[in-house]
């Protein structure tokens, strides 16, 4: 159980494009979804915060314009990052929370490459 | 948020236990105390959660002090496959859960 999956695993687009990552919760419903982004030997850094139906909270630094985040369901929110540039180049991993005192339960990550 | 710090590194030969000490002077009442691990270009994955005491699961220990002002993760006879990076994060119980990750404890298993 607690399965997350993330589509596509992998993406090459140019500058300028836009891309969309989605992340499901396959096996649960998910209060809330976060949205990590990991440099090459980094750790995680925490982009935004969404919950089904409202507008996700963004942290400090990450430009909400540019990242785009919807969480239209209970096991579904998508990353879109707008005009990509290659410094956005990176590792998008998202994470569930199923509530409770439950922990939150991580997707494979996505890989991002921006020509 | 409770800050935690760990070693940035270890060693270990195959066969070996392995314990990587956490510090989170700063939890919380209501924090749990969590451990991830996270293979190159993967989510982290987890392993083991606890609040006080000891909790054990068929991939690893946990040792919490009464104080809670540091936890122990434990990996009994490590493998090849256990190098990987691993992270103590603080939860909040029945909160949303956001945390903040630290540079983890890179373990490196030897032959």
């Known amino acids: 159980g607690a399965v997350v999956s993330q589509h596509p695993s992998w993406v090459i687009c140019k500058s300028g494009t836009s891309v969309k990552i989605e992340c499901r919760s396959l096996d649960f419903q998910a209060t809330t979804m976060f949205w990590y982004r990991q440099f090459p030997k980094q750790s995680l850094m925490l982009m935004a915060t969404s919950n089904e139906g409202s507008k996700a909270t963004y942290e400090q630094g990450v430009e909400k314009d540019k990242f785009l985040i919807n969480h239209a369901s209970l096991t579904l929110s998508t990353l879109t990052v707008t005009s990509a540039h290659p410094e956005d180049s990176s590792f998008y991993i998202c994470s569930a929370y199923p509530g409770a005192a439950e922990t939150q339960y991580f997707g494979p990550g996505t890989r991002l490459l921006v020509l | 948020l409770a800050k935690t710090t760990q070693p940035i590194s270890m060693d270990s030969y195959e066969g070996q236990e392995v314990n990587i000490t956490c510090s989170h002077n700063?939890?919380?009442?209501?924090?749990?105390i969590t451990w991830y691990q996270q293979f190159p270009s993967q989510g982290p994955r987890f392993i083991i959660q606890?609040?006080?005491t000891k909790v054990t699961n068929e991939v690893a220990s946990l040792f919490i002090p009464a104080d809670r002002k540091s936890s122990t993760l434990s990996l009994p006879r490590v493998s090849l496959s256990d190098t990987a990076v691993y992270y103590c994060l603080v939860v909040l119980s029945g909160g949303y859960q956001k945390v903040t990750f630290g540079i983890g404890t890179k373990l490196q298993v030897i032959p």
């Open positions: 700063n939890i919380a009442t209501n924090d749990y």
């Open positions: 606890g609040y006080k």
